[in-house]
């Protein structure tokens, strides 16, 4: 082997390395859920879907949206009705910790189990 391919060989080896290595998702990626029947899901695309018990408690608002990560704060970008929510977010073992606003503006702390990836 010259001196010439060796590296060429390398540089290949290192490629296929990084190619063959998944890509972990995030650590929100999955579906949460809580007792009330809170649901909240986020996916790979940096997407989320969300059903959230009204504020008068008598039935579940769906919504839909972009969300992103910066450290431990998360911004959930919701398509309809157009609002955006800025909280802190917390996992302990299996359960996720963040508040949610509603679009008339109540926060409601959500303390949601990890049900699925």
Avoid: Q
Wanted: net charge negative; with cysteine.
């Amino acid at each position: 082997m010259s001196g010439k391919s060796f590296p060429a060989l390398l540089s290949l080896a290192f490629l296929l390395l990084l190619a063959s290595c998944a890509v972990e998702p995030g650590p929100l990626y999955g579906t949460w859920a809580d007792n009330l029947g809170d649901t909240l899901s986020f996916f790979d695309d940096n997407t989320f879907n969300a059903k959230i018990i009204n504020s008068d408690g008598s039935s579940f608002d769906n919504y839909s949206g972009n969300y992103s990560l910066l450290l431990n704060a998360l911004t959930l970008d919701c398509a309809e009705p157009e609002m955006r929510t800025v909280t802190e977010w917390d996992i302990r073992g299996n359960i996720l910790y963040m508040e949610w606003v509603t679009p008339d503006r109540v926060t409601r702390p959500l303390k949601l189990y990890k049900v699925s990836n």
